[in-house]
């Protein structure tokens, strides 16, 4: 299996010419916090396109406009768009910030899906915006064409925003020219809780310069915040780019609302007035669905949940994990019964029940936080499953173990896990014969991030269930910015020949850190 990424055709190269074309000629969206309603001409989609949770047959289509605007999708298998398929969306509105999302079913699997979206005025559909264009790869519906996508997290954090020095979020850039067929966001997509400053001065006397607006001159609290916060990420153009050439599989961590929250958690935080944390996470999780094409997760403030699984095809399941919402409080972690642990007792029954019905080769465990790296949340609570203490599983553990014990005696083979949250890249191989539980078959979790964000020291391991670090790399030093460590993502390739998986850890600017080729039908690898 080769290292070097797919070629893309000439029809996909073209698009991508003139989604560029069509950014440059856009320009820098506006920093407004929302759109001016008496704006004269027609509507523009500024924020460029995006797609997620794509499958072998459908797809979510995202725009956002800059006035109250119908959106309409046309698909097409060529860029000419010769016998396109139109779809007709939503209106969309202030209620959505002016986002909105086209559902795409029916789609040829395993094929090149050439899109774009066009805004019309409300009052005169002949009245439209520039057409953005975009384009995605359904999954396959057969087995030798194989899958290979990237993964990390962590954007904006620590105060490191859009640095136009530097070229603003090259990592974004590198990982578009791999041309993975998705890309899994595994949590803290925002940074709610992250000020973005001017200028930063660096240990070494350098100056960071961030793009800053006025939503990130303050923590989010109000939902006008949120959105702000999330349409940040937006203004990078390496972002926009991307996103209109690899779909999205996204997820949330604590980030996206506040540093280690938990629901019922009353803030004492200076610089928050709301102080009930639950109120901000209603107004992140409405935001966070108007930004991001999720299938399962409503825009306008709709019931709606994060946990899903995204099927690719015969070789892969991906299982989303919230362990955001169902947790229960930070604390240190001992006790002996513990039900609702971090997932809650019904996402670990959904979790159980579909990775039983799963008949996908590989089955990946999107977790947006490490199971055996000790997170610590202040001096005596902990904020993700380990808690330091090497013995048999208490607290949190104790869901992880009944659920690991699970994978064993139903015999699900296929699983890894993937992760990021802790600002570096790492690789964990877990072996009952150097566990405390010993009731669970090896598995590897695989660590990757930041993205966009300060770089951190590695955490302890908890050797409750017999992690061993076969490879890391993080730097020495707290908060280290990208101007001084490299961001990192990850890289699985999975064959669709002999079904092997392929794991790299990568590092910014092109490096493979990391490798390792995991055998298809074991129970335990």
Sequence with gaps: MSHSPRIPSPDRRSVLRGTVA???????????????????????????????????????????????????????????????????????????????????????????????????????????????????????????????????????????????????????????RLDPDFFLCSGDTIYADGVIEPSVTLPDGRIWRNITTEEK?????????????????LLDENVRRFNAQVPTVVQWDDHEVRNNWYPGQILDDPRYTEKNVNVLAERSSRAFGEYFPISTLAAAGREGRVHRVVRHGPLLDVFVLDMRSYRNANSPGRQPDDAQGILGAEQLAWLKRELSRSRAVWKVIASDMPLGLVVADGTANFEAVAQGDPGAPLGRELQIAELLRYIKHRRITGTVWLTADVHHTSAQHYDPSRAAFKDFAPFWEFVSGPLAAGGFPANALDTTFGPERVFVRAPERANVSPMESPQYFGEVDIDGGSGELTVRLRAEGGTVLFSKVLQPGRVGQ
């Design 217 to 233: 001159s303050r923590v989010a609290q109000t939902l006008a915040d949120f959105r702000g916060n999330f349409r940040y990420n």
């Design 22 to 176: 069509a950014s440059a000629a856009l320009a820098l969206p506006t920093m407004t916090a929302a759109p001016a309603l008496a704006l004269s001409g027609r509507p523009r989609a500024a924020w460029g396109v995006q797609t997620g949770d794509v499958t072998s047959s459908s797809g979510l289509v995202w725009v956002r406009s800059d006035r109250p605007a119908r959106m309409i999708v046309e698909t097409s298998a060529t860029e000419s768009f010769r016998h396109a398929h139109r779809w007709h969306g939503p209106l969309v509105g202030a209620d959505t910030d002016f986002t909105g999302r086209t559902a795409l079913r029916g789609l040829p699997a395993g094929e090149q899906v050439h899109y774009r979206v066009t805004l019309a005025d409300p009052e005169d559909p002949r009245r439209t915006g520039e057409p953005v264009c975009g384009t995605f790869r359904t999954a396959p519906a057969k087995r030798h064409d194989g899958v290979r996508f990237l993964w990390s997290g962590d954007i904006a954090g620590q105060g490191w925003g859009i640095n136009p020095d530097i070229g603003g979020y090259r990592a974004y850039d590198e990982m578009r």
